[in-house]
């Protein structure tokens, strides 16, 4: 396995003097899937963004794919984006939008036919569970399918990574189970899967790779 | 046609919103617009009153044809002049008969006791009055002529009434421009702010700033276009119904309300659209997460 993702001596200190993130390092090799764990304010969302080039370390580099995010222009950040699927803890979706508009946008940034945008966010919508939805108004969901339309529109133009901060936070554990086997399924398709959360039963019982970040720290290995 | 769809769908997503801050850009417009007019046409009507202030060239009364033809070209010759009308002492009577109107005031009095008259008119009246002096001196010199009378007093309070005014309208229009300018970009930030969420949304989810800011300038444009268009249209209704109210209020309004150049118009709707795109472009970009 090649690495996809490298952390080096990452720290984030936001103002007036508050370390979200202090001197972290790691590596994550293609094809894996890492949960990041930790208490509520260990830094876990600051870490995914700072990934993402949402937001800039104050110190440190982080390699995508062997190249250093400091040296991606603001031009190339959004397809640096385009490579990386982040599902986002508050969704992040187009409100007043169908389910269908909010999926297919990363394909319409790529400029692709409407048929193949159409036939892919079928496909997508299949996956997740909201097959025959595509319609519906993203303002009309539950908690539980909006966290799905999030990760059908993060995974629909196969990026090699995905990230994903809390995705269970907001369901049940029946949907909680349900959203765990499309990320298994994803990633035993080949995706790099990168999940923060706080709650321990996502992968007690898992054999994944785990890091903990506590006070801005890795904890353990 | 891609760029088209999507201007319609972002236009779908809060219609209320672009045909609000149309209608805001519309007003602020048709406000500055109105007052620009109302200038123009203050400068205009004192141009015009001017122009009725005349030079009469009293001529000797046993003048002869030839003598008045030569002393038309001279006259006629100086830039500032637009104009020199003959009036025979037979006209002056009559003239003056429908002037009195009571014909018992004029009995017995004969053509011949009348000088004839060289009625001199302007160019630029404003532009003469300087001249106006000199070229009235060298005429009385003449021998044809007897006397040569002239407003000139009329004329240099007209011309400080246009200077008065231009400096007030002036003023006016530079304050109202910018608050214009103000409102407008406003406007324009304020119903990009609503938009704030789903341009951030997209900024995370790889579109780049041109695809996210094509469909907002290009709405820009047509909220520009549209708002100038029936500014310009709405006060164009509105000469027209001024026009009608003023009608028969002065002499010097004989021929109505003047309106816009075609350049004027031009510099309008291109100068609001340029607002509007300038607005757009700074407000969205702001909202831009890179």
Redesign the interface.
């Known amino acids: 396995m090649s690495e996809i993702l490298r952390l080096e001596n990452v720290t984030k200190i936001y103002k007036p003097n508050i370390r979200a993130l202090n001197g972290v390092s790691f590596s994550v090799q293609k094809g894996e899937f890492i949960f990041l764990t930790g208490p509520s304010g260990a830094g876990k969302s600051t870490l995914l963004n700072l990934i993402?080039?949402?937001e800039r370390p104050t110190s440190g580099e982080i390699y995508f794919d062997g190249r250093p995010l400091s040296s991606y222009s603001?031009?190339e950040?959004?397809?640096l984006?385009?490579q990386i699927g982040?599902v986002?803890q508050d969704f992040?979706?187009?409100?007043?939008?169908t389910i269908f508009?909010n999926v297919a946008?990363?394909l319409e940034?790529l400029g692709m036919a409407e048929g193949e945008i159409r036939r892919r966010v079928l496909i997508v919508l299949e996956q997740v569970g909201l097959a025959g939805k595509e319609q519906q108004l993203v303002d009309q969901l539950s908690g539980g399918e909006k966290q799905r339309v999030c990760l059908a529109?993060a995974v629909i133009n196969h990026p090699p990574i995905l990230l994903a901060d809390e995705p269970t936070g907001n369901l049940d554990s029946k949907r909680t189970e349900e959203v765990m086997e499309i990320f298994e399924n994803l990633n035993a398709q080949g995706t790099t899967i990168l999940l923060a959360t706080h709650d321990e039963s996502l992968f007690i019982d898992r054999q994944r790779r785990i890091l903990v970040l506590d006070e801005g720290r890795i904890i353990n290995l | 046609m891609k760029l088209l769809k999507r201007t319609f769908a972002e236009f779908k997503v809060a219609p209320g919103l672009y045909v609000g801050s149309t209608l805001v850009i519309t007003l602020c417009l048709t406000i500055f617009a109105f007052f620009g007019l109302i200038y123009l046409n203050l400068i205009h009507f004192t141009k015009e009153v001017a122009k009725e202030l005349v030079l009469n060239v009293y001529l000797n009364p046993n003048i002869t044809e030839e003598q008045v033809k030569k002393l038309s070209e001279y006259i006629q010759k100086d830039p500032l002049v637009a104009g020199v009308r003959f009036i025979p002492s037979e006209e002056v009577l009559k003239e003056l008969k429908e002037l009195f109107e009571d014909p018992t005031l004029l009995e017995g009095v004969k053509a011949s006791f009348l000088p004839p008259v060289l009625v001199v008119s302007f160019k630029d009246p404003f532009k003469a009055g300087e001249s106006l002096p000199i070229l009235a001196g060298t005429l009385e010199r003449r021998p044809e002529t007897e006397k040569v009378q002239y407003a000139h007093s009329w004329l240099l309070r007209l011309k400080r009434l246009k200077r008065f005014l231009e400096l007030i309208s002036l003023s006016g229009l530079f304050l109202l421009g910018t608050a214009t300018i103000f409102i407008v970009a406003l406007t324009v930030h304020f119903s990009l702010s609503e938009r704030r969420e789903e341009i951030e949304i997209l900024s995370l989810v790889g579109a780049t700033p041109g695809f996210i800011q094509a469909p907002l300038l290009t709405l820009a444009f047509i909220e520009g276009l549209i708002a100038s268009a029936s500014a310009l249209f709405l006060l164009f209704t509105l000469k027209f119904y001024l026009e009608y109210l003023s009608r028969g209020l002065l002499p010097s309004l004989k021929e109505g309300w003047v309106f816009f150049s075609q350049i004027e118009i031009a510099i309008l709707i291109i100068g609001v659209v340029a607002l509007c795109l300038t607005g757009s472009y700074w407000a969205s970009r702001r909202f831009l997460r890179y």
């Open positions: 993402f080039r949402a603001k031009r950040i959004p397809l984006r385009r982040f986002f992040k979706l187009l409100p007043h939008r508009e946008i990363p940034v529109r």
